[in-house]
């Protein structure tokens, strides 16, 4: 039977599927379909000439629910929070975007305020009740609901994570009144404290319920008509999978759900291939996404903003992006200054290159000068390269650079600038940018991997062989996944370890019920414990690892020196002064899937040098071998200045780079040589 | 790379970066100070730090010029260099060594108020200064006459907390055990010393380590010279936008309402002479130094005029000391804008420099009247309160409710947001009653509260704690007299006002105008609450921009929709009639009604 992984994106709609009995694997790309992208799925399978009857299983990541919430394109949700807190969703934490702009505007909030409401109910900090829940007044809201229409409704109450007991009765209510509405309450989508988190999460959630609904509706039914009798599986923020009814309830654990598949393929590659630490980064046409894998795992958070003061709280995958792609735009500044992008001429009219109107110089356009592109993109269109370099001059003369070191200056702006985000995640997170390898994901990425692994002291990088369709890949190499959490409020030296033990009993039975669910039996489940913990009296948590079995006395020692150990990781700083305390409780449940097979290249066939070309590096032009990729043998090694070229990427080496052929087909590069030793 | 250390100025001078390692330096120097903040934000313990956010963190290079700053709070931008100047000359440079930590808060040397703790290291590398790492918090409480420093009945410094020279709290990365003993003997929360100056200790390492970082790559001289070249750019950028303001002097005024004693408002007069690339900021005809603690130390002044014009002029650019450096400022030394000691001075960060910015940018107003925008709040509203427990345990909890923004000539200004001169956060409702014997009761819009126009202002807050147990409540607040003053036709906000609920529900206006006209000083001074009694306070949004007349009524209706706007306003101050039943527009009773109105 087949397991299939099909990423859907902004243009193509990519799938990388292999067969559990034969180990044959094949791969598909085709235009997304739109509105509808159901049927873009469909036609990647018949690409891909699988029988849909032959599919066990289908594992699909998907940018829609995200979609859906940049545009605010959902049928209008309510909301009944607290008396008082009506626009905590709307106030959010008061702050602004840009400190000094006084133009500035704020996003929209996630639910309209004339569809909010409020109630005269409270519970305490400590979860008892203060002020009951009126019935009378919520029935009037429950019908204020239904005159409108509304088909989704968010519940949040202010500590509502310590007792849920008033969001129950009032979802109750509003279902009597509304039997067919989503009703969905703070304290069962994410009971952690700080409303403003909790209280915009739920109502991300209560936006896009009715949006998925209806996508993976039509999903199923489009693949049922095609004879799939498989599970459809959804890849989640948090870098596991789900079944989709599931997925259908929590769409805000979907948020990276596109992304997360890139990840799962680096996290692949890190066991696979002995990388316990790996950068993960993929360069698109407008955007760069970087994200980290340590130990074999996805480096999670859980401040995920969507726009500015939207926070998603789930945990999900630490991706970064930034405004740096092919298609960013070379410009001067107010004060003389060389910049590359954010702006992006995007696909249309994108680059000067491409001859579809573009005018400004973008980052594609400084490679075909710089010869780092072949001028055919193999054959597929041929680039206008005196355009490209008309408009690169126009750029230097601002500056009083040669074309040639304009459009080399440009490069390396654009890759600083993706070394800038790379560190956002690595240094700011307290990591060491020399324990990992740089893996690069996309077509363009392996472009320009090099220089931002120079740029972070990196001293290798890895270009994986199904580098072009990497979030298919990974999809079929992700294991089912469900993270739970439940607030415990206390000193460590002090807790009622019965409490904890219960909670993490508690929260155990209830992941493993799910993963049964999705039919994973007891014996695949892996259960790991977390804590996020403070020291008494601060604010944020830093999640700490807790032994996974019934706590004693004895334990404590070594769960307060496991958080000193990771608050200093995290912030430099540590110290046994203070007492550690515990915030909530989680527990993360995996059901482990079969991973895809490692398949080792043979000796390839043909010659692998294709041609020689001009590339420009370090101020001046050098010879440059161009190798391809596919006819390179296991324990090939090539030298840089070269580029080798793939199907659908293409790697750049600048001189003393050196590559050598893994045994998986992967491109493995060695800087070394380039970088300065003594940082 | 230069292994060897250089330090003659001159190489540096004739060091000419080309523009890609520039702009490479230029995104290092800003992420070593994003950094700064990740970590004390993180890492520290009292909620004014890790929840409110009420902190700076900025590099200055080895001349003790601002190279770069992370986004907080713009008061404490200018300022800072002062402290650090101050720490300097107590010492003398070769007597800061590596690993030392050193800490001021005097008001006088640099400081703003005393609750403004500012630390500082140096940044070697290889023996060579590259710079000095400088973080500024608001610590909770340094002791004086009520909690939070915030003793508006007092008139002498010393009423508002422990006030410490330049003093070095570590020596070669040892502590200096007798100066945390020294903070933790003068602090009602003693508990937060220890974890803060470990907070602020980890920011400032962060910042060394990443300029150690880029010194070792790009080499010591390159990077001086990027600090030099850095600082040219930005004020290249200033200059020339100052260029396209037409030359002339334009005046603007705005007033505290009160410094807690008077009975008369305190005027700020300002006046802004723009000769080609350069603004004079002149105080003259300002108030003289006043008696309440609203007084403003020079520090501060420099600082509120400084970023008032950064928002008009280069808001984009790379901040560091080339925003300052086309900027002359007069302020009379006598003035409450020019404090010496021992006028009190609590306020001034917030109330002060709230007032400096509207004088300020009433003043462009006339200068670039198609560019600016209605007045803020112009507050912080910020309140510091003791808890007593029935266990008598004490401790000190504080918030800062904001109001609206003005209007643009763009769109409506934002709701709710913390006043240019800072960027704080709230504190979570949940936060708050986790830690502090306090139940938070309400922080939502205030309908109605934004200046009409054809843009509106932002909407300001209705913010409600209840105290349970003992509390004694000290605030700063003004615009309790009349609201933020509209630009172009548009109409003031509404004004603030500070309330005691009682128990039995009965509402007694504390500060500000009440139903009757009566006015209550609203700088509290430690003012009572008991077990059960709410402190409500209102704030009160943005100017308008335009005439309310003018506005889409199709936006109006859309105001009334989401309560932003009630239905009788929007027939009173917009001209707009909305048949409430059917939440329509009356065409033509709304044109008639606009034309009485444009009449």
């Known amino acids: ?679 | 790379m230069d292994k060897k250390v250089v330090v003659d100025a001159a190489v540096v001078d004739q060091t000419k970066l080309d523009p890609v390692t520039f702009e490479v330096l230029r995104s290092i120097f800003e992420y070593a100070s994003d950094r700064m903040s990740t970590v004390l934000q993180r890492a520290s313990f009292s909620p004014i730090l890790a929840d409110m956010v009420d902190f700076s963190n900025a590099i200055y290079d080895y001349d003790c010029q601002l190279l770069s700053q992370a986004a907080n709070c713009p008061i404490h931008l200018a300022a800072m260099k002062f402290s650090a100047e101050a720490i300097i000359r107590r010492y003398g440079l070769p007597n800061i060594f590596e690993g030392d930590v050193l800490c001021v808060n005097d008001p006088y040397q640099g400081g703003t108020h005393i609750n403004d703790m500012t630390f500082m290291s140096p940044i070697f590398f290889e023996g060579e200064l590259l710079g000095f790492a400088v973080s500024r918090g608001h610590w909770m409480d340094l002791g004086g006459g009520a909690a939070g420093g915030q003793a508006f009945a007092g008139t002498h410094i010393a009423g508002e907390g422990l006030r410490l020279p330049p003093v070095k709290v570590y020596e070669r990365g040892v502590v200096r055990q007798e100066i945390v003993d020294i903070l933790m003997n003068n602090t009602r929360t003693p508990h937060f010393v220890k974890g803060d100056l470990q907070a602020h200790v980890g920011c400032l390492r962060a910042a060394i380590l990443e300029m150690q970082r880029a010194a070792a790559k790009y080499g010591v001289v390159t990077l001086k010279a990027a600090m030099k070249q850095l600082q040219e750019y930005t004020e290249r950028i200033v200059r020339k936008s100052i260029s396209e303001i037409p030359d002339g002097v334009y005046e603007g005024e705005d007033y505290a309402d009160t410094d807690g004693f008077s009975d008369k408002p305190i005027q700020i007069k300002v006046k802004l002479i723009v000769e080609g690339s350069g603004i004079t900021v002149d105080f003259s005809g300002t108030d003289s130094v006043v008696k309440g603690a609203i007084n403003s130390p020079y520090a501060n002044t420099a600082s509120a005029s400084l970023y008032s014009l950064q928002f008009f002029l280069a808001p984009h650019a790379p901040q560091n000391q080339g925003m300052f450096n086309p900027i002359t400022l007069v302020i009379p030394e006598n003035s409450w804008l020019n404090a010496k000691w021992p006028a009190p001075t609590i306020g001034c960060t917030t109330l002060t420099s709230a007032k400096i910015t509207s004088a300020i940018w009433q003043a462009l107003a006339k200068a670039i009247p198609e560019r600016v925008t209605g007045s803020t709040s112009a507050d912080c509203n910020w309140f510091v309160s003791s808890v007593v427990a029935t266990n008598g345990a004490t401790d000190v909890f504080s918030d800062l409710p904001a109001g609206g923004w003005g209007a643009t000539p763009f769109s409506d200004g934002m709701n709710v947001t913390e006043d240019p001169l800072g960027n704080c956060m709230n504190m979570p409702a949940e936060t708050a009653e986790l830690l502090f014997p306090i139940a938070y009761e309400a922080f939502e819009l205030r309908q109605d509260s934004g200046g009409p126009g054809r843009y509106r202002g932002g909407l300001g807050a209705i913010f409600k704690v209840r105290y349970l147990a003992e509390g004694a409540l000290s605030m700063e607040t003004a615009r309790t007299l009349e609201g933020s003053p509209g630009v172009a036709g548009g109409q003031h906000s509404d004004v603030q006002r500070q309330i005691k609920i009682h128990t039995d529900g009965h509402r007694e206006v504390i500060g500000g105008l009440d139903a009757e006209g009566n006015w209550k000083n609203p700088l509290l001074c430690a003012h009572p609450f008991s077990h059960g009694e709410t402190f409500m306070f209102e704030s009160t949004g943005g100017g308008g921009y335009g005439r309310p007349w003018e506005r889409d009524p199709q936006a109006v209706l859309e105001d009334v929709l989401d309560e932003y706007v009630s239905v009788t306003a929007a027939r009173e101050r917009y001209g707009v009639v909305i048949d409430a039943a059917a939440m329509r527009i009356d065409e033509s009773a709304t044109r008639a009604l606009r034309q009485q109105l444009a009449a």
């Open chain 1, 1 to 679: 039977m087949w397991r299939v992984g099909i990423d859907v994106g902004g243009t193509f709609t990519d799938l990388y599927a292999w067969n559990d009995e034969t180990r044959e694997q094949v791969t598909s790309k085709v235009l997304t379909t739109r509105p509808d992208r159901a049927p873009g799925v469909v036609n990647a399978i018949r690409e891909a000439g699988i029988a849909f009857n032959q599919i066990s299983h289908l594992m699909h990541g998907t940018t829609t629910a995200t979609n859906a919430l940049i545009e605010r394109d959902y049928p209008d949700p309510a909301m009944v929070t607290t008396e008082g807190f009506r626009d905590t969703i709307e106030i959010g934490r008061q702050h602004r975007e840009q400190l000094y702009d006084p133009y500035q505007v704020k996003p929209r909030p996630i639910i309209k305020r004339r569809y909010r409401y409020t109630v005269n109910e409270r519970t305490d900090a400590q979860g008892a009740v203060v002020r009951p829940l009126q019935r009378e007044e919520a029935l009037a809201i429950a019908e204020k609901i239904r005159a409108h229409n509304i088909k989704s409704v968010a519940v949040a109450f202010i500590n509502a994570y310590r007792n849920g007991q008033h969001e129950r009765d009032m979802r109750d209510i509003i279902k009597e009144v509304n039997p067919d509405a989503f009703v969905v309450i703070s304290s069962e989508t994410r009971p952690v404290f700080r409303e403003h988190g909790r209280f915009t999460t739920t109502a991300i959630r209560a936006a896009t319920i009715p949006v998925m609904e209806v996508y993976f509706a039509r999903l199923e039914a489009a693949l049922k008509g095609e004879g799939f009798a498989g599970s459809l599986m959804i890849l989640k923020s948090s870098g596991g999978i789900t079944g989709v009814d599931y997925a259908k309830q929590h769409p805000e654990e979907l948020i990276e759900s596109g992304p997360a598949g890139g990840v799962a393929y680096a996290a692949y590659l890190s066991q696979l291939c002995d990388y316990p630490n790996i950068i993960h980064t993929d360069v698109g046409g407008t955007s760069f996404d970087v994200s980290i894998v340590e130990n074999g795992k996805g480096l999670i958070t859980r401040d995920h903003e969507i726009e500015w003061e939207i926070p998603c709280i789930v945990p999900m995958l630490d991706i970064h992006s930034v405004g740096a792609g092919g298609g960013s735009i070379g410009w001067i500044d107010e004060g003389g200054s060389l910049r590359a992008g954010p702006r992006s001429a995007g696909s249309k009219p994108g680059p000067v290159c491409y001859g579809l109107g573009g005018a400004e110089p973008t980052i594609t356009d400084a490679n075909l000068l710089l010869g780092r592109i072949e001028p055919t993109l193999g054959g597929k269109m041929t680039l206008d390269r005196d355009a490209a370099e008309a408009s690169m001059a126009r750029l230097a003369a601002g500056i009083g650079l040669s074309t040639i070191e304009t459009a080399d200056g440009m490069i390396r702006i654009g890759c600083e600038n993706m070394a800038q985000a790379v560190k956002k995640v690595l240094v700011s997170r307290g990591r060491d940018p020399r324990d990992f390898i740089l893996a690069s994901f996309g077509g363009a990425g392996t472009m320009h991997a090099c220089f931002v692994a120079e740029s972070m002291n990196i001293p290798r990088v890895i270009m994986p062989i199904h580098a072009g369709v990497a979030s298919a890949f990974g999809a079929t190499a992700m294991d089912l996944r469900h993270d739970l959490e439940a607030f415990y409020f206390s000193p460590v030296a002090t807790a009622d370890l019965a409490a904890v033990n219960a909670l993490y009993a508690q929260l155990e039975a209830e992941g493993i019920r799910l993963l049964a669910e999705d039919g994973v039996p007891r014996e695949r489940i892996e259960v790991r414990r977390t804590a996020q913990m403070r020291y008494v009296g601060q604010t944020y948590e830093v999640e700490t690892p807790i032994p996974a079995h019934v706590l004693t006395a004895a334990d404590i020692p070594a769960i307060e020196a496991l958080f000193h150990q990771c608050h200093e990781r995290e912030y430099g700083v540590s110290s046994d002064d203070f007492a550690p305390a515990l915030v909530s409780l989680g527990v993360t449940v995996t059901g482990k899937m079969e991973s895809p097979p490692a398949v080792e290249v043979g000796v390839q066939g043909g010659d692998p040098v294709k041609g020689e070309r001009q590339i420009w590096f370090n101020q001046a032009w050098h010879a440059s071998k161009v190798y391809n990729g596919h006819a390179l043998a296991p324990a090939a090694t090539v030298a840089g200045p070269c580029i080798v070229e793939y199907e659908h990427a293409c790697a750049v080496l600048p001189p003393n780079a050196v590559a050598t052929v893994d045994r998986f087909g992967n491109l493995v590069i060695d800087i070394s040589k380039n970088l300065v030793s003594n940082v």
